[in-house]
């Protein structure tokens, strides 16, 4: 596969640093979102070597490395109302609405102080204070849960929307097109954001999907805006994310956006043919010339808001931030067995009148 | 004879039946040129070709549907779902249409269709990727399920799914793909609905599916060393058709039981077993029947923690020594 993506400087990237939304960050912001970046690299790395090691963790580790930019630059935009649900890759977008490392990290080691109290892992995180609803383990499961909270914004009138993250292998999942279809007839302001890295598992685009002119574009069979561009310029994200998710306050129309990202390890830590079904070649060419956290950097550089120390500090922070996580999450306990009969019912949970009659739980 | 994985069986299996019959086709995410997210398929692409094994987009509403159209005109399709926990995506075609088109139809379409993949929990995957619809979808007439315990019924079961008419579905274990049983050279079929007497014993049965048959395997070892117990292990290995012959027979022979069940209780395989054993053998009971499920709850992902929700081989010698 040969990246068709925009280097440094091209028109439209010297556009997209020109926009509102760009041209109000200030210095501070702009570093804070490569802070950001780094962070969930360094998070990633610490719990790769952690699952490695074979100890505390089970089940699945789905990395974005590489894909870092498109959390960040995103959830960037959101305010007080605006919403978030999205897949099982879901590390950076945890990270970026304000996450704890130390939660997360504690979740993956299955720890009672985890964000789900370990009950989740690590396809399943969640905070709902933060206006992230998951986490979700079931390709697309999450496309309709996003029409519901763009449904339940409408509803009280309240002037946001929702991001609807999924993989573009998602997209060949009814419920996406049935989401789809009911976005545009009852007008619910949701942006779906395909996160195009390309494969899903061992399978890349052109053997999973049919499309003719991008995967965003079947949008337009439902009469429903979509946009594509690549996810590797901050400054593009913001700008063209920032569109659709206007559209969807002021106007109440979804929208669905394609960017095109790349993820360096395999599918999950445990892909075995994670260099099988791409070339290593292709993999090191994404890492050396559209890493999104060296872009972003040289950029900044470029506009004289960091130099190189500043950035070796700021990766040594984040370094420093993810061993102390897991830290955090080797000291931390376990949940108790009776923890497993927790959170399963509110009523139950709260010992309600709804609560204490009939017989929840069938154990022998 | 030789020893080969649960994994090697079932390989073994699919590539003798695609060899055997032409009309025998697998579909799935990742069965074709990525070899099966499991390995299950191996091999099979590169032998047999694109027409024979196909890998497929993430839509297993469309795909396992296809395999239930395709079974109409004589196809014989063996559908891979990458976990069984994917079947809710698929639940209207698995249900509606594998389920009930033959009757609907009054008998004019048979639908000789196998679905195939692991249903387990233990893995740490969380909650949605961790369900065993086995008790749900076996209380459809209509369909057919399975669910082995070893790499020899394992390769014997698959065999005779794919040659049956009706629709088959084959409940694997990724905890079992890996451990490897004697399986013989030469060709053999397990009939469906056969259960199988793992280990002989006169004080107590234990009856099992699935990998609760291996913990029961365990814990009647435990039993015998020090407790002086001889336990029956019951391997139902197919759960629609059952042997009612074979739990009853035991039954009257240790006139006690302990269903193991990796299910949640609630309306379990083993909630079947044990409405069949006091209908039919309330007599020959010395002890009311005792099951040992997986704690009720969804699935925990905490690793530590999940392997207590499972039936422990703690919890199994423990119920067994409370009525034995
Ligand atoms: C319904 C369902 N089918 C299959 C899977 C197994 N599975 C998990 S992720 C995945 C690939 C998804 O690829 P994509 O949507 O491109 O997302 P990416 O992993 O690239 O982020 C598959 C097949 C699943 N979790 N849910
Ligand atoms: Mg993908």
């Known amino acids: 596969m040969h990246c068709d993506v925009n280097t440094m400087n091209t028109p439209a990237t010297i556009r997209a640093s020109q926009a509102d939304v760009n041209l109000r960050l200030t210095a501070e912001e702009k570093i804070g979102l490569l802070r950001q970046m780094l962070r969930i690299r360094r998070f990633e790395l610490a719990a790769l070597k952690h699952y ?8 699945f580790l789905h ?17 007080e109302n605006d919403h978030i649900v999205a897949g099982y890759r879901t590390h950076g977008q945890a990270l970026a609405v304000g996450m704890t490392m130390n939660e997360c990290m504690a979740e993956l080691f299955g720890k009672a102080t985890g964000c789900s109290k370990g009950k989740g892992g690590s396809m399943h995180f969640f905070a709902p204070d933060k206006n992230y609803w998951g986490g979700h383990g079931i390709v697309a499961g999450q496309t309709p849960l996003g029409l519901g909270l763009a449904f339940a914004l409408k509803y009280r009138s309240a002037k946001g929307c929702c991001l609807c993250f999924l993989g573009d292998g998602a997209i060949n999942q009814g419920v996406y097109h049935e989401s789809l279809n009911m ?9 779906y954001i395909i996160e195009n890295n390309h494969y899903s598992m061992g399978t890349s685009i052109e053997r999973s999907s049919a499309f003719k002119e991008c995967l965003a574009a079947r949008a337009e069979a439902y009469g429903i805006d979509w946009d594509r561009f690549s996810g590797e310029d901050i400054y593009e994200v913001r700008a063209r994310t920032w569109a659709a998710m206007e559209r969807a ?27 099988k079904y791409r070339s290593p070649k292709e993999i090191e060419e994404y890492r050396r010339q559209h890493d999104p956290l060296m872009l972003w950097q040289r950029r900044l550089s470029e506009e004289g808001v960091v130099n190189d120390e500043q950035v070796e500090a700021f990766d040594a922070e984040a370094k420093t931030e993810a061993a102390e996580a897991v830290r955090f999450a080797e000291t931390s306990p376990l949940p108790e067995p009776e923890d497993i009969f927790r959170d399963v019912y509110y009523e139950v949970d709260r010992q309600t009148q709804a609560g204490r009659a009939g017989t929840f739980f069938f154990n022998d | 004879m030789a020893a080969i994985t649960y994994r090697k069986a079932l390989n073994d299996a699919l590539a003798e039946e695609l060899a055997h019959d032409e009309n025998v086709v697998i579909i799935g995410e990742e069965v074709a040129e990525y070899n099966g997210a499991y390995k299950v398929t191996e091999g099979l692409w590169k032998r047999f070709g694109d027409k024979r094994v196909l890998d497929t987009p993430i839509s297993e509403a469309a795909f396992v549907g296809l395999g239930v159209g395709a079974s109409m005109l004589g196809i014989r399709p063996v559908i891979e779902l990458m976990f069984w926990s994917f079947a809710f995506v698929a639940y209207d075609q698995i249900v509606n249409n594998a389920g009930c088109i033959r009757y609907m139809s009054g008998g004019l379409v048979n639908l000789p269709l196998v679905i195939r993949g692991p249903a387990n929990a233990g893995t740490n995957v969380g909650a949605t990727h961790s369900h065993m619809p086995e008790s749900i979808l076996a209380s459809n007439p209509g369909v057919k399920v399975v669910c082995p315990a070893t790499a020899y019924d394992a390769k014997g079961l698959m065999k005779t799914a794919i040659r049956d008419n009706d629709p088959v579905f084959v409940m694997e274990n990724t905890l079992l793909y890996g451990e490897t049983w004697e399986v013989p050279e030469e060709e053999y079929l397990i009939p469906l609905g056969v259960a199988d007497v793992k280990r002989e014993g006169s004080d107590l049965s234990l009856i ?3 990998r609760a048959v291996i913990t029961s ?7 015998a060393r020090e407790h002086n117990i001889d336990a029956e292990v019951v391997d139902l290995r197919s759960i629609r058709p059952l042997d009612e012959e074979a739990i009853l027979q035991s039954v009257r022979k240790t006139h006690r039981a302990v269903l193991v069940d990796e299910n949640k209780p609630f309306c379990a395989v083993s909630a079947q077993i044990a409405t069949t054993i006091q209908g039919k053998a309330f007599d020959d009971l010395d002890a009311p029947v005792m099951r040992v499920c997986s704690l009720d709850t969804p699935a925990i992902y905490s690793p530590p923690l999940e392997k207590l929700q499972l039936p422990t081989l703690e919890r199994v010698v423990e119920k067994a020594l409370s009525i034995a």
């Open chain 2, 208 to 210: 099992a599916h699935g």
């Open chain 2, 217 to 223: 395997l365990q814990a009647a070892d435990i039993l």
């Open chain 1, 249 to 275: 306050r002021n106007e109440l129309r979804p929208t669905v956006l394609q960017i095109d990202t790349y993820r360096y390890y395999g599918h999950s830590v445990a892909d075995a043919n994670a260099k």
């Open chain 1, 63 to 79: 990395l974005c490395t590489g894909q870092e930019s498109v959390a960040v630059a995103t959830v960037s935009l959101c305010g």
């Open chain 1, 183 to 191: 976005a545009a007839l009852w007008n619910l302001p949701v942006v």
């Open chain 1, 52 to 59: 490695q090691a074979g100890i505390h963790m089970g089940g």
